[in-house]
Structures are given as structure tokens and as C-alpha cells.
């Protein structure tokens, strides 16, 4: 059961990959539930010239949660890795507001929010990547 399972995954070939794959997996479910167990933070950090600020942290947490698991699922992965990657451009504004303004966040090195905000780029590239040939070797592209 355990090996019909594992073969349905349609893992990359690469044990790199399997543990990139499932890294990102436990990565966005875990920063996704986090929006539901330390809301202020993510509130704290959200520009304030943005609307709606409860619902989008408890909308971005959902969709990095349904993100970290769909990853996993092989007719999905291509797909989920773009709506990972456009979820992670529509926080980054975030991230920009925290760098700029870091007299609200007094408890975090003024270093280490600028290193935070270039470090976005490499997670960027992560889900990027989900949805290159090399993160999904059970589907063939169709040529028309």
C-alpha cells in the first residue's frame, strides 16, 4: 500500500527533488496554520494602505495551507507551484513595508530585514521550480 502510494506521488527522480518537493510542502502548511495560530504578526506586518487586513492574513494562511498540500498531488503540482509563486509576489509588498519601516519592528535587526526581503527571491525560485519538467516526470506535455 505504502509503495502504490509513494508511485502515485510521481516523485521527481532525484532524492534533491523528493526532499525539495516535501520541504515545500511542510514549509507552506506550516507558515499557512501559523497565520491562524499568530495572526498578529502577519496583521503587524501588512501595510496599512492595504484593506481588509484580518481576512487577507486568514486568505493567505488558507491558501498556503491548500498550496503546501496540493504540491504533493501530481495533476496539481504544475499548477500549485504558479499559484505559489503569485501568492508569494502578492505577500512581498509585506515584506517591503517591513524593510522600509523598521522602527515598527523594533525586535528584528534592521540587517536582517533587508537579508529577508532578498531571501523572498529564493523562495520565488522554489515554487518556481515546481512547475518545471524536472518536479513533474509523471506528466507529458502535449504538442499540438
Known sequence: ??????????LPNSWWRKLSLFAISVFFINVGVDHFVNPDFYLAIMPPSFTLHH?????SGLFEIIGGICILIPSLRRFT?????????????ANIYMA????????????????RLA???VFFYW??????????????????
Open 127 to 144: 515554487a518556481y521550480s515546481m512547475t518545471r519538467d524536472s518536479f513533474n516526470p509523471g506528466t507529458v506535455k502535449r504538442v499540438e
Open 1 to 10: 500500500m505504502i509503495k502504490t502510494l509513494w508511485i502515485s506521488l510521481q
Open 100 to 115: 522600509l519601516n523598521p522602527d515598527v519592528f523594533a525586535e528584528i535587526p534592521v540587517e536582517l530585514l533587508y537579508v
Open 119 to 121: 531571501f523572498q527571491f
Open 55 to 59: 481576512e487577507a492574513v486568514y486568505i
Open 81 to 93: 507551484g504558479w499559484g505559489l509563486l503569485a501568492l508569494l509576489v502578492a505577500v512581498y509588498p
